[in-house]
């Protein structure tokens, strides 16, 4: 073990908490609880600012009840931050590193924050200081590229098809249109989640909408009313970020329509908009266009909630994101490599399983991955088969619903 | 048992859906299974409706594995309705019930629904036609009178006590101030279990309002802004139906003055319209009052969620919803009464029971309870730890969570 260097570790958390982000967490402190070679195992609070800021907590020995509270718990223990350092940003890490003596960096986050880890690193390089860099991938987005799936997509999108799954129940038993927003301002990977809640052909939701698609607005009346005019009923799911067919986001586009409009009084920039502005247009265009006087229409936002929800998250994205968080540990323990982990997937259905590899930072950062169009229907409006193939193993058993009709 | 009467019963279900209506109609069901007085038992598809229209399901013998699925599926199995029948329609209830000899009739709902079996019970008296009519309490609001508190109510409670205390910690990851738009239109209920999700001092939510406390924007600007000084962040919980001082709910007065600025192209009429109202106030005000340039405020309308959600009710609230139904069906062939099946509690904390008794329908029916005013704490800003100890054994068992600072 001629490779293993003597020193301290910080570890920090970035970009939008998930539910599971501190079990990634909690495996590093537990990986290096027993490292002789690391002797103050520092947590950054709020990420790269916690760094700059030298702000730090010492993790080194925790108490084991305490860990586990804390693994279960959702969001970011250390506290997140939106910070993208720049060059010089990095810099003055790295300068903060060497005064610490920091010889080892976990970072959590998404594709910035490999960014961050490739950058840093480069610059030790540069320097000859001998660091080993670790970016452990967390996301609700599901959209780094490499790996099989993301830490933090299972528990989002175990939250979402529970939530269509009941609303669609709603939807049945008091009649109309029913529009749910999901998160995914680029990637309709968690939005895709919601045909997980399809447990027959009847089931809602009936449409689902991923900036992978674009629809007009034209498409989008046209097909809530022809599912209305069948069933009498229409539960769809909308990706926050679906583009028209100019490739613009309807959100942006909505944004610009009501600063025309506005008097400063009322500003639409909330997160209600998108959902509000489409369940307006269900109400002029389907209605007119059906003859039905009265249709009720509603839209939900999920929210925060898809990502922050307490108790409920997916056991397998529970015992992944623990594992992510080990696996940094032991890679940068074995040898001079710096990297990301990244899952492959070695059984499918009953037999899912995964192993992790390292993946290169430069191979995660900055760019991500979108829905493929395999899980894409050709209508652009549904998700295929396939998709449920390799979802349902992440979110965990959902709830078996029963019908009397 | 010279009280029994012979013929058939009929069961609707009524109002909002809850995730444990379902448990209330699958305890009639059992409850009737074994009854030989009732040869059918007909389930009206969408409450009231479906009765007036004739349009029933055979509901005597079903299996039971689909019975137990049905029971923890959320919504109205037998789909629900919004229809408030007049005396012109409870008139043809009664027809309908006499010709299909309808002697036993169960009906899930609110207030509302209470009314309506009222109703239509004294035009049975009147006809002097043998008729058992029992009311099965549902309600998230909580609202009903008489019973300690009601089906569905535990659930919707547990849904947003956890919502809650996910959103704390994000909130806490990523400060600023983030509000919370919570059901309930006149009782502060369901915003009051919010409460529950504190588990100490420095937890949010730091603000909670109620219909029940009115406020004024003053009030809550000034509020917030207190928190934000002290904290650097701020969870609010607001209820749907909170009023201005003048006893005016905001949602209402919003509505007025969106219908005066918009030129027809914006509607604010969806659901998250409260919720953007309240972070531009607190993004114009609240900012300016700190002299704070970039406030991070966003809120989030929890919606159908609350009351649907699938895969997450409160385990004490399925049960009682259960014992509901078969009391219900017990009560009615006991002797010749009628009422609403209500609960009173013989424990608190870890001795939490309850036990069933018969309230009159006349108690029930219409008028409906507000959150006391023991629930909410001095400055009409918060809850009490007398709320928790009444609502706590309701909602079941919550996450507890790990902090590091």
């Known amino acids: 073990m001629s490779n293993v260097i003597r020193g301290n570790a910080v570890i920090g958390q970035s970009g939008g908490p998930t539910a599971v982000i501190n079990q990634s967490l909690v495996g590093v402190i537990q990986g290096i609880a027993d490292c002789d070679a690391i002797e103050n195992l520092l947590g950054a ?48 890490i790295f300068e903060v590193f060497e005064k610490h003596n920091i010889r080892y960096f976990f970072y959590i986050g998404g594709n910035d924050s490999a960014d961050t880890a490739r950058i840093v690193n480069e610059l030790a390089a540069q320097s000859n200081y001998e660091l080993r860099v670790f970016h452990i991938p967390k996301t609700i987005d599901n959209d780094l590229r490499v790996t099989d799936h993301c830490p933090g997509y299972g528990s989002a999108g175990r939250f979402v098809a529970s939530a269509i799954m009941g609303d669609d129940r709603d939807n049945a038993a008091l009649p109309g249109v029913k529009i749910d927003v999901i998160m995914g301002r680029h990637a309709g990977w968690l939005t895709a989640a919601s045909h997980l809640a399809r447990q027959d052909d009847s089931d809602g939701p009936h449409l689902i909408y991923v900036p992978e698609a674009p629809v007009s607005q034209d498409k989008f009346v046209n097909e809530v009313a022809e599912v209305y005019g069948k069933l009498g009923r229409c539960l769809v799911a909308v990706s926050e970020g679906i583009e028209d067919e100019d490739g613009k986001a309807w959100g942006e586009k909505l944004a610009e329509d009501v600063e025309r409009d506005s008097h400063g009084n009322v500003q639409l920039s909330g997160s209600g908009a998108l959902g509000d502005y489409l369940a307006n247009l269900v109400k002029l265009k389907v209605a007119q266009k059906l003859g039905v006087k009265k249709m009720r229409v509603r839209a939900d936002t999920f929210g925060y909630l898809q990502r922050s929800f307490a108790g409920y998250a997916s056991p397998v994205d529970q015992a992944e994101a623990r594992l992510a968080g080990t696996k940094a540990v032991e890679y940068a323990m074995a040898g001079n490599v710096d990297g990301s982990v990244a899952f492959k997937r070695i059984g499918e259905g009953k037999d899912y399983a995964v192993e992790c590899f390292r993946a290169e930072l430069k191979d995660v950062a900055r760019e991500t991955k979108d829905l493929p169009i395999e899980f894409i229907n050709t209508a652009g409006n549904g998700i295929t088969e396939a998709f449920r193939r390799y979802a349902a193993p992440l979110v965990g058993e959902l709830p078996v619903q029963g019908k009397l009709f």
Request: proline share 4%; aromatic share 4%; net charge neutral.
């Open 45 to 92: 609070r709020h990420g790269v600012r916690g760094i700059v800021e030298e702000d730090f907590l010492h993790l080194k020995k925790l108490d084991a009840g305490l860990l586990e509270r804390i693994a279960v718990t959702p969001a970011a223990a250390l506290g997140s931050t939106r910070d993208k350092p720049d060059a010089d940003y990095c810099t003055r």
